[in-house]
């Protein structure tokens, strides 16, 4: 398994704006799956894009992958003070559901 | 959606003694169990990954010996810190896949430890 690195380390935004955050990963994937984590809490999964999706997206949330520059994007439109939690990307290689984190991104909404 | 739970969430003992943390699966049967544990603005670290029915296999770095699993059943997985120091104070958390090698993990709670 590998850690994905997320950017920034920190994001603070104003509600109703959008929030982009950045992963990237060293070596081939099967999929990219980002998590969030309210303080306190486990994690959550959002959303996962597979190797050979360029982009998906589920509800506020809008993801992208490039497997050519090994990176992917979370981007959250209209941001909510609810959305202020910690996110991790954990890009997937298939070997027994391992799943490593990185370090994460903390995003703080202000209302 | 599946639900992990873990118990206790919150715990404090002393120095010297042992801690066992306990990891449901609440409706669905988990073969597989991963254990982490995260310290302040932290990344989450994988400490070992914990099969139903046969040992547990433990990241490197990780003591066996320090951090026992068990996965005695299809839906409960226990870690136990044994002889707690301060610096195993942190907060610890399991996921599990709700089938056998899927993708996405469901993650408890967490449990506060802090050892004094």
């Known amino acids: 398994s590998q850690q994905g690195e997320e950017d920034p380390q920190a994001l603070s935004i104003q509600e109703g704006e959008n929030a982009t955050m950045n992963c990237s990963y060293k070596t081939s994937i099967n999929n990219l799956q980002w998590y969030r984590q309210n303080s306190g809490r486990g994690l959550v999964h959002l959303i996962l894009i597979r190797s050979n999706e360029r982009e998906k997206h589920s509800g506020r949330l809008r993801v992208t992958l490039d497997t050519s520059k090994k990176s992917s994007s979370l981007l959250i439109t209209a941001s909510r003070a609810a959305d202020t939690a910690s996110y991790f990307c954990?890009?997937?290689?298939?070997?027994?559901?391992?799943?490593?984190f990185g370090k994460g991104i903390t995003l703080s909404v202000r209302p | 959606g599946a639900v992990v739970s873990q118990h206790p969430s919150r715990v404090i003992c002393k120095s010297g003694t042992s801690v066992k943390i306990e990891c449901r699966s609440l409706?669905?049967?988990?073969?597989?169990m991963f254990w982490y544990r995260q310290f302040p603005k932290q990344s989450l670290m994988l400490m070992a990954t914990?099969?139903?029915?046969?040992?547990?296999?433990?990241e490197q770095g990780v003591e066996k010996d320090k951090f026992l699993i068990n996965h005695a059943s299809l839906t409960l997985s226990t870690l136990t810190v044994t002889s707690a120091h301060p610096e195993d104070s942190s907060f610890y958390i399991c996921s599990a896949p709700r089938q056998a090698y899927q993708e996405t993990q469901y993650f408890g709670p967490g449990t506060r430890l802090l050892v004094l």
């Open positions: 409706d669905f049967q988990a073969t597989t």
């Open positions: 914990s099969n139903e029915g046969s040992k547990a296999t433990y």
């Open positions: 954990a890009p997937y290689t298939g070997a027994n559901s391992k799943l490593t």
